[in-house]
């Protein structure tokens, strides 16, 4: 069972940038793609971007391409997703997940098994 926790959430005013972080506690944190995903009020849940395994690989929603940026370190079982040039229509809440399988590359949220709880992201006009 791989648990997560996100951090680095908050207010930003739009322009602005954060950087959010996840921490898994599974020690084999290196044989798991990462991936950021997010979700606003009354809206589905969409992908944000995907880090293999390695950190060789990534994938991001076209839209973000360019702002937003994900990367990971194995030694500290974290992944970051760096946000820059916020938008009012980035606010959402931010979940960083794993697929149940290891060595498996998916930007799908259905192939994706284990969730953080999440944190908000609220960026102001």
């Known amino acids: 069972q791989v648990q997560l926790v996100e951090s680095g959430g908050g207010l930003v005013q739009a322009g602005g940038s954060l950087i959010l972080s996840c921490v898994a506690s599974?020690?084999?944190?290196?044989?798991?793609?990462m991936g950021w995903f997010r979700q606003a009020p009354g809206k589905e849940r969409e992908f944000v971007a995907a880090?293999?395994?390695?950190?060789?690989?990534?994938n991001y929603a076209d839209s973000l391409k360019g702002r937003f940026t994900i990367s990971r370190d194995n030694a500290k079982n974290t992944v970051f997703l760096q946000m820059n040039s916020l938008k009012p229509e980035d606010t959402a809440v931010y979940s960083c997940?794993?697929?149940?399988?290891?060595?498996?590359?998916?930007?799908?949220?259905?192939?994706?098994?284990?969730w953080g709880q999440g944190t908000q992201v609220t960026v102001s006009s």
């Open positions: 997940a794993a697929p149940l399988e290891t060595y498996y590359f998916s930007i799908q949220s259905g192939e994706y098994a284990y």
């Open positions: 599974e020690r084999t944190f290196s044989a798991y793609t």
């Open positions: 880090i293999s395994w390695s950190g060789r690989t990534t």
